[in-house]
Structure formats: structure tokens, C-alpha cells
């Protein structure tokens, strides 16, 4: 797109003064009257793009404080023996590995995000900053348990599943009482609603009509454009004209960033830099968890890469 700006300001400027086609010099109000309602298109898409992106963060906030909940409430509510603290610490592993699979589907690719080179050198960098999160999942899961789950087509769901099973087993057996068998199937219900939610930002794409037609509306901006300007620099006079093809391209710059800046907020877990830094969140919640257990081999935080959250 930088090249095409500097190519239509060449253009304007060799046709209108080396083959004097002085109609090429039009007025500069429809010109912006096209770019004040394509900077308006651009802006309503931008704000929809950030709203997506910032709701994906607060669903992973939401995730982050029922975890430390369900953690909590599980301690608190367990008979305290040697069987309950197995039941804790197998729940609690269980809950981790959960985290793991959710983050792990929201890695997946879809057809409708970034194919480009940037995009996949980021991938890779995240990738290279963590472990796979098979090999997470399989730190906190029973052989047994992982290879029954290994089947299924959505991992996730299924862990919380196993969640709800277990503490029914714990009712029945009376480890639990009524109302703290319910207690913590609210907060697993409250686990699968944020599933979903951070689900539906992740398999529904952003409008094709929002995210094309911005790009056309710029293309027909940045053509005109030139043209526009023309009239401008022709009054400054003729040993200015050269300096239409800067401007115009320092306009065509800012609203194809303000186009780029949008683009890359359209799907907030496609795992680029600016994304939900959801491999930093989970490895929180865990360090939490396993705190709570007392464990001796909690992890490290994940410490930021150029400044960078992953």
C-alpha cells in the first residue's frame, strides 16, 4: 500500500504537469467527504475489534478469579484427612490441566485468521517462550484418566465433566454436604460459562463486511487522494509539487495503520503479540493452585520477552 501511495502521487503529479491534463486537478471536498466517512467505517470497526479483544481478556480475568475460588472453596469444604487432601490435590491437578486445554483450543487455527510472515514469526516465538500444552496436561492428569479423554473432541468440556462426576462421588460418600456440593458446582458452571464465552470469540469471525469493506473504502481514498491534493500544492507553486508525494503518502500511512490496527484486534486469541496473553495467565492460576497445595515443584512466572506478555 506504501507503494501504491507514492505510485497514484507520481501519477497525479506527471499527468497534470508533463501531459497537462489540468482536469485531474479536482476539488478537494468530495475528496474529503470520502475520507471523513471512510475514518468514520474505520473507527467503528476498530471499536468492535478492541471490544473484542478486550472482552476476551476479561473472560480470562473471570477465569482467573473463579480458579482461585474453586481452590479455595475446594480446601475449605473437603473433610480435612489423608483421603481428602487426595481428593483435593487430584481436583486441583485436574482444574490445571483444564486450563491447559482450554488455552490449548483457543490456539487452534481458523481459516479467517493472520496467515502472513509477521504472524507466523510471532507464533513460533510464543511457541518456542512454553512448553506444548500436551506435556502440561499430561503433568496433571492420571494415565488412566488422560488416556479416557484423549478421544474426545472438545478435552476441555470433558475435564469439567470429570470435575462435576468426582464431586458427586465426594456427596454420596459424605464428604461434602448438600450446600457445598452446590456451592462448587456453581463455580464449575461458572468455569463452563467462561469456556463458552472465550469459545464464541474464538470460532465466530469478525463481520467480512466490516473488516472488506474498510479496505475498500481506503483503497478509493488513498486513489483520489492525489488528485485532491493537487490543486493545493499548484497554488504553493510548481517547485513545490514534488512535495505532494510525501503528504500523501503521511495520509495513506495513517489510515492504513489505523485499517492495520483494527485488523490485528479482530481475534484476540490467534496468539500474536498483541493478543490475550494467555500462556502468562495460566501459568498464574497454576502457580496459585499449587500453592495452595503446597507443592514443592511450583513453576516460575513467565517473565515478559521485550516487554512482550505471551
Not at 500444552?133 to 488422560?146: D, G, N, P, R, T
Not at 454420596?172 to 456453581?186: I, K, T
Amino acid at each position: 500500500m506504501v507503494l501504491f501511495s507514492i505510485a497514484t502521487g507520481s501519477i497525479a503529479i506527471f499527468v497534470y504537469s508533463y501531459l497537462g491534463w489540468t482536469w485531474v486537478a479536482i476539488p478537494w471536498l468530495p475528496v474529503s467527504l470520502v475520507g471523513t466517512a471512510t475514518a468514520f467505517f474505520v473507527g467503528f470497526k476498530n471499536n468492535q475489534s478492541y471490544d473484542r479483544s478486550w472482552e476476551a481478556r476479561k473472560i480470562w480475568g473471570s477465569i482467573t478469579n473463579h480458579s482461585r475460588s474453586f481452590g479455595a472453596a475446594l480446601r475449605a469444604f473437603t473433610v480435612n484427612d489423608e483421603e481428602g487432601n487426595d481428593d483435593v490435590r487430584i481436583m486441583l491437578h485436574r482444574h490445571i490441566a483444564w486450563l491447559y486445554a482450554l488455552k490449548n483450543a483457543m490456539a487452534q487455527r481458523t481459516a479467517w485468521e493472520h496467515k502472513d510472515r509477521a504472524s507466523e514469526r510471532q507464533r513460533a516465538a510464543l511457541q518456542r517462550a512454553q512448553n506444548p500444552c500436551e506435556q502440561e496436561i499430561e503433568k496433571h492428569l492420571a494415565a488412566s484418566e488422560l488416556a479416557a479423554l484423549k478421544m474426545k473432541k472438545n478435552l476441555a468440556t470433558q475435564i469439567l465433566d470429570r470435575q462435576s462426576q468426582h464431586l458427586s462421588k465426594l456427596r454420596e460418600a459424605g464428604r461434602v454436604d448438600p450446600y457445598q456440593h452446590v456451592a462448587l458446582q456453581d463455580l464449575i458452571s461458572s468455569l463452563y460459562d467462561e469456556q463458552g464465552k472465550s469459545e464464541r470469540i474464538k470460532n465466530t469471525p469478525f463481520p467480512r463486511q466490516y473488516a472488506t469493506t474498510s479496505n475498500l473504502f481506503i483503497f478509493v481514498f488513498m486513489t483520489l487522494l492525489p488528485f485532491g491534493l493537487l490543486p493545493q500544492f499548484v497554488e504553493l507553486g510548481e517547485k513545490y509539487m514534488l512535495l505532494l508525494i510525501p503528504f500523501n503518502l503521511i495520509v495513506s500511512w495513517v489510515f492504513m495503520f489505523m485499517e492495520y490496527v483494527g485488523d490485528i484486534s479482530e481475534n484476540p486469541f490467534e496468539g500474536l503479540l498483541n493478543d490475550v496473553p494467555t500462556a502468562t495467565i495460566v501459568r498464574n492460576i497454576e502457580i496459585d493452585l499449587m500453592d495452595m497445595l503446597s507443592d514443592e515443584t511450583v513453576p516460575d512466572r513467565f517473565q515478559p520477552t521485550s516487554g512482550i506478555l505471551f
